[in-house]
């Protein structure tokens, strides 16, 4: 479980930006929430705190009731929550993908053997297996991207922060790894994605919105998205379900409150 | 205007790794047109765009800018490009810097590069104040807005962008569309798999997939057939994918066309009621509501 306790974060930049201006959220384990945000919202800020990789200005974190500010929890904090960041390119440290997979739990103190079972283990999870002794550099994104992510698996965390992993993929690279995420949630894992796509936050089961250093809203995806004057206020797109079904409210017709997916709107119109 | 004739371009030629990457691809951009080239990854736009700016060197066919060969160095004054994630190439101590590196390079006085600069700001939405900023303590959105002001600073008259909206928010990329595709502005490529954007912004879309040009026409043209989208590996834009979820066989370029279609094909409640099925227990279908 991750307890954010009243956060700020100041960057210690020459104007002194408050990045974050007291959060506090509790994320369960087992949970799926996405974080959206407009850029400078503070949402990557935020992810970049749940594995210490920034330390609060004033207020606590808390994992499994750890304080990530404490360095001898650091080992704890790192070790049970994984990130995967925007631009896979920058995440590949080996030369060929079992290695580039074997360095995190490696740099954990794993025994060899160990290690090779895990690497086999979360290739398949992300379904490139047959992909061991490839060249990262002559994959897609989308299966730089899956690497990245079977690097994570193999460290074995409980919870994995997704920052944006899609931004730079193409429509099937973003299909692929959407899929992916939901195949782990299922098997247990938590999972903290932030996104700009509101279509794929629109697939977790709680979305936090952050505004201005903020979480402004904390609720389902159907109660979020289904509120057009919010949505635009915040600068996010409405998706077109949401849309059509308030234009077509305009024109006279009867449908039914909170529609959100173009089949729910196809089901009204029958 | 840009004239690309049978291009073809292969990478590791004559070894056991060969890859074509363009075949006999041919069309032309008038000038003031925005065309679009779309592709899945690995379709060849990248290798065509490298082409046309001639930053790779050109294989068989031939390509003209204006009537200079893109071998020319001359060229490099007309076309500017944007590539994905401009906002890695920032290098200088200010923003001020960066966007005048360019037309410092080609000489122009420091009365009309500071003109430039704050021109090519105005145009990019960035604040004048942030003019003696570092590049590095501003946002994402504004870094790849100094990037973009950078090039348009020594104002091309071919403008070639790849991906410019790429992991930006619904705010930054629509001011950042408006500031380049209001006119008066530059004939523009515009590379993107966002059948939105294309939709919106394009005059005509080229089809690039496996390296051949599979479709060249307008935006409407090209949704109207949905095998050219499926062999690309491309996407319809939502309204498209949200008329064919609702059932309705017609192409839609924006919310407002789908919105008509939609309300044309369910007339509402209670005319949309079928008129063989009679009202249960004898009351009328309106009461029901």
Redesign the interface.
Known sequence: MIRVEDVRHVYK???E?VALDGVSCTIDDGEFVAII????SGKSTLAKHFNALLLPTSGKIFVDGLDTAAAENLWHVRKNIGMVF?NPDSEIVAAIVEDDVAFGPENLGIAPEMIRQRVDLALDAVNMSGYKNFAPSKL??GQKQRIAIAGVIAMRPKVIVFD?PT??L????RREILQMVKRLHAQGLTIIYIT?FMEEAAQAQRVLVMDGGRIVRDDTPREIFTDTNEMRRL???VP??V??SD??RK????LPKKILT??E??EA?Q | MISVRNVGYTYMRGTPFEKTALKNISFDVADGEVVAIAG???SGKSTLIQLMAGLIDLQSGAIEIDGLSVADGAIRRKVGIVF??PEHQLFEETVGDDIAFSPRNFGLSDEEISARVTEAMRQVGLDAALKSSSPF?L???QRRRVAIAGILAFKPKYLILDEPT???????KENLLRNLFDKPRATIILVS?NMDDIARLADRVIVLAQGENIFTGTPRQLFARQEILRRA???PP??M??LH???IDAVALT?DE??KI??RN?L??PL?QPITRPPKDGRSPELD?
């Not at chain 2, 790429?166 to 930054?172: E, K, Q, R, S, V």
């Open positions: 930049t020459a104007d930006r945000g407009v850029n400078g925007q897609s994104g944006e931004a730079m193409d429509p099937q690279g700009h600068g996010f797109d077109i379900a849309e059509m234009r077509l024109r006279g017709f009867k173009a089949t709107l196809a119109l | 899945h990854t690995g994905q994630y303590e946002s994402g959105g790429a992991g930006l928010d619904p705010p930054a798999h590996g491309l996407e939502p309204v994918k949200l979820a609702l059932g919310a789908a919105e939609i309300a369910h509402p409640h949309n509501a």
